[in-house]
C-alpha cells in the first residue's frame, strides 16, 4: 500500500460523514458543502540503503475543510479540528500506521487559517508524516 492510500483510509475509517474530493478522482454524486479535499505532499525523500537503513520519505497531507460562506469560522474550524484529531501523534493509537510492510509516523497536525476562495470558505489542515519500511 502506498503513503498516500494508507493515509487517504485512515481519514476514510474516521467516518466523519462528509464527502471526500480525492486526487485524480471524479466523485460520482456533486460534492454537499461542507466537504474535505484531500491532498497529500511529498516534500523529501532519502535512500539509506547504503548506511544499513531503509529509504525514508517525509511530507504533509493538506486536508481542506469546505464550508459555505457568509457564516462564522466556527463549523469549518470544528470540522478541521476532528480531521487534525484523526492523525493526533500524542495518542499512541494515532501516532503510527504499520501496514503493509510500511510504517509512517505521524508528525505535528496544525489547524490553518481559513480563506475564501470566491464560493466557499476553505479550513487547510496540515498534517506532517514520516514514511519507512516497518
Known amino acids: 500500500m502506498s503513503i498516500s492510500k494508507a493515509l487517504g ?11 471526500i ?25 532519502r535512500d539509506r ?3 544499513g537503513g531503509s529509504a525514508i520519505t ?6 481542506s475543510v469546505v464550508t459555505k460562506e457568509g457564516g462564522f469560522e466556527t463549523e469549518g474550524r470544528e470540522i478541521a479540528e476532528a480531521v487534525a484529531d484523526i492523525f493526533d501523534r500524542a495518542d499512541p493509537a494515532k501516532a503510527a500506521i504499520i501496514d503493509s510492510g510500511l510504517k509512517i509516523k505521524m508528525g505535528d497536525s496544525q489547524v490553518l487559517r481559513s480563506y ?3 464560493v466557499n470558505w476553505r479550513t487547510p489542515v496540515r498534517i506532517n508524516f514520516t514514511a519507512m519500511k516497518a
Do not use: H, M
Open 9 to 19: 483510509q485512515r481519514l476514510e475509517d474516521a467516518n466523519l460523514g462528509y464527502q
Open 21 to 45: 474530493s480525492w486526487p485524480n478522482k471524479r466523485s460520482e454524486n456533486r460534492l454537499k458543502v461542507p466537504y474535505l479535499i484531500y491532498e497529500f505532499i511529498s516534500t523529501s525523500r
Open 49 to 51: 540503503s547504503l548506511a
Open 58 to 63: 517525509r511530507g504533509y497531507l493538506q486536508i
Open 116 to 118: 475564501s476562495d470566491s
